[in-house]
């Protein structure tokens, strides 16, 4: 539990150097000028949206196979913080749109995808609500995150086919190559990280505040 | 040889637990009577040894020559007469029947079908043409009986199979129990009557809580 | 093993035929609330010109709306009936899963053939690529078969139902949706039909087959 006690001061110190990064190091991008540092906020949290989907499937598979209520909690935990970050995610994407773009919304292949992820959140959510009894309700929804899991291979390789992209693409290009300045990529990593530890400890304390409601 | 095994078994709904540390060896070739009063757990007994639920806490295995058996070969190998069983309102009594023993790989031939019939007392020749909508509640559980006769199982789970037959029903229902359990099948018969309690081998009493 | 599977499969399918024969209302629910979805469409139109990919559009809604109409019904009415218990006594789950696509698939290539013509005729579509609109529609119709009939199973038991169905279908059924409307589109006249679309629906609803298949054992035999 020495971890638990860490791991939100870390993420306060790690928050603190990113905020001061993101607006007093990093320079003004070509093009995007200051509104550049909208995605080092944006950009992680589309990342703990995904993360958050894919853990929420996992624990749900393990639920399937072992049965235990503990899985069946991490993942509907999980898939709750994944609702808030792709909310937040689709929103500073939306303002980062129209500052750059000049819209809020234009069906750009990436913004299909958090919606469509947004759409698997909503609905996963919807049936966790719906379902009354707790071993049901712990294996459909396992079952449902699984099945909804399926449509990631489309959201990746059919969706930027459909769509024509506005979207920048300095970090995940096809090259394979990072042509990033690195500060700036720095700065990103540290955005990542800290968001990946946020998640973490969330899920942890949602689960962890579970427990003591179970034994009281 | 199949047995039955409830290792420290406790169930609870919503946090109300139904009965506590149930311990219990059902073999093959004897009848277990299930008892207690209204709400004491007695369908859930049965479902849990069906495993069609989990226990909160325990262990429910079904084990054959020191195998255990998986979910879904244990589905196979079971038959129920349960309240809660249904047939397709839509469908006539034959078309019910030779539905669910196809999908067990029986085939449901007219001679057999017949016998079955006369053997559940249902006599009346309109009973095979009827759908089962309209059949009485003492028909549709002569029926279930029907069902539990034809389907071969090594299991028998009864959950008030006596319900809404007249005298002669539960007689006939004592007497195809014996004859399982002579022929070597597993018998769970959850009752309240004493005369069927009587004619059980075994008895596993739920108190209640 | 092999044998048995197909006829489990076709008892269930001839069973679900059977009921459904016999119960008529259900069949004019869906093919009413077809026609109404296809007439609303069509009055609000009013004959006026409309570009293809706004067709293609229009046709798709109709038809993914008529199905959820219909296919939600292949667990609920078990569920109503009753009769879901008996089925999970005497049915193997692969039986079960299979042989209810297959009356579902058989119930919707009826219904997308019953509105297909009609929204042709009624909007006064002229067809370029029959064959194209053809292969859309019937991968479409399997498309929402896979994942209608497991999706139809994690909802029986659900408190709410209204709506629940639709909810979750929509996300599943998204990469059979946005490329069937471009196939349609480019069936319509509109811009070139991309083949390989055909081929990535294709797929996509071989692997939905795959997973409904995969995790119903877990829905059917689990506790």
Redesign the interface.
Known sequence: MIQARILPWLIGVLTAVLIYLVFFVVPPAQGLGDYVRIAFFHIPMAWVSVLAFLMSAWWGARYLRR?EMEADRLSAASAKLGLVFVVLATLSGAIFSKLTWGAYWNWDPRQTTIFVLLLIYGAYLTLRAAMPEP?RRARVTAVYALFSFLTVPFLVFIIPRLYFSLHPSPVINGSGSLDMDPVMLGTLLAGLIDATLLYVWLVWRSVGRGDKEALS | MITIKFEAVTQSFYGRTIFQDINAKLRSGTITAVTGQNGSGKSTLLKLA?????PAAGRVSVVEDARELR??EL??R???V?P????????TAR?NLA???????IELTETKFQALLARVGLRDQAVATT?TGEFSTGMRQRLKLAALLA?EADIWLLDEPGANLDAAGRELVLREARQAADEGRLVLWATNDEREEAAADAAIHLAGH | MQQ?IW??IK??FC?EL??GM??KAAWAAMFMFALTTLACVSMAMQGGAVEPRLLAALLWVSLFFAAMAGADRVFADEDT???L??L??????Q?VLLGKMLYTLFLLVLLALFITPLFLVLMDVAVAAPLVLLGTVLLGCFGIAAAGTLIAALTTGASVHSGLFSILMLPIILPVFLPAISLTAGAFGGGAVTVSYLGGMALYDFILLVGASILF?YLW???
């Open positions: 049965q071993r | 069906a495993h069609f639920m989990l979910r879904e589905r196979n079971l038959a129920m349960t809660e069983l249904r047939f397709y309102p839509r469908l078309e539905f669910l023993l196809g999908l067990r790989g759908v389907a | 048995s006829r489990g008892l269930v069973k059977t009921i016999r119960f009936a009753g009769t218990l008996t999970h006594i005497f049915g193997p789950a039986a054992d035999y689990e506790d």
